[in-house]
C-alpha cells in the first residue's frame, strides 16, 4: 500500500485507485459485520485511509432491512398479525447482531469513561476497562430504550419503508464526521482518525446521499409490491425523500460533530470506542429528525 509497482509498463493491481476502495469496502465489510472475509494488510490500510466509504456498511444493512419491513408488512396485512414494536426490535437486533455488537460496546465503555471525575487520564482509564460498570449500563439503556421508543413512533407505512433503512447509512455519517473533528488517539482506530479529514466528511456526504437515495428506490419498490399505500414515484415522493436525506445527513453531522468535541475535552482523544458510541447514539437523533420532517412535509 502506498507503493506503485510496474508490469509490463502498467501500474499494479493493488495500485489502482478503484482496487484500493474495493479493497477497503471489503475490509470494513469483513470487520463490521457478521460476514467475514479473507482479507490482507493491504485491505486493512485500505479500509484506514478510506474510512468515508463505511456507508456501505450502511447500505447493506439498509438493503436488508427493506427486504425484512416487506415481509413484517406483507404478514401484517395479509394476516393481521404485527405491530410498531415488532417492527423497532427487528430493526434494531439485525443492525446489533448484524454488527456483532460492536458499536454496543463501545457505547457501554463510553458511558463508563464519562461518569468518572477527574482529568482526561481518568476518563480515559475508565474507557480503556474491560469491565462494564453503573455508567456503561446506564447509558446504554437510555440510549437504547430511546432508540426503541422513536422506532414505534414513526407512522406505520411509507414512513418505515423510507425512515428505518436510510437510517443505517446516516449513522455511518456520523462515525466519519466524529472521526474527521477528532484528535487521533493510539491503535487501528487512531489511523482512521488520523486518516479521516474535513475532505473526508464531504466525502462521505456525497456516498450518503447517494446511497440513501439508493435505499429510497428500493424501499418504495419493496412498499408497492406489498401494497403500501402511497407507494409512488410522484413529486410529493421525490419532496418527501429529499427532505428526509438532508435531515438525516444534518442530524448525524451535527451529532458526529459533538461526539468528537465531548471525547477530545474527556478523553484526549478518539478512538474505537468513541466511534461506535456515535454510530449508537446518532440512531434516536437521526429517527427524530427523520420522522419529524416526514410527519412535517407530508
Known sequence: HGRTRHVHGHRSREAHPMNGALSAMKGMISFFTLWHMDITQEDMDAMETRFHMVSVVG??????LIVELGLFYYMYDTVGYGSAMMVAVMAMLTVYV?????????????????????????HLRALKDTLVGAGG?????????TSFALYCSI??????FLIIPVVEVMVKNGQVFAASWGIAGKGMAGRQVERTTKASAVKSVVLSLVFGLVLCVLAVAMADLV??????????????IISLLVAGLVASAVVGVLMARVANRNFGMVNGDILGATNEISRPVIVFAMSLVFVLVI
Open 59 to 64: 447500505l447493506l444493512f439498509g438493503i436488508l
Open 98 to 122: 448484524g454488527s456483532k455488537f460492536l458499536h454496543f460496546d463501545g457505547l457501554t465503555d463510553f458511558g463508563d469513561g464519562m461518569i468518572v471525575s477527574g482529568p482526561p487520564e481518568s
Open 137 to 145: 449500563i446506564g447509558v446504554a439503556l437510555a440510549v437504547t430504550l
Open 155 to 160: 407512522p406505520w407505512g411509507i414512513a418505515m
Open 227 to 240: 401494497g403500501v399505500r402511497g407507494a409512488v414515484f410522484d413529486t410529493d415522493m421525490f419532496v418527501t
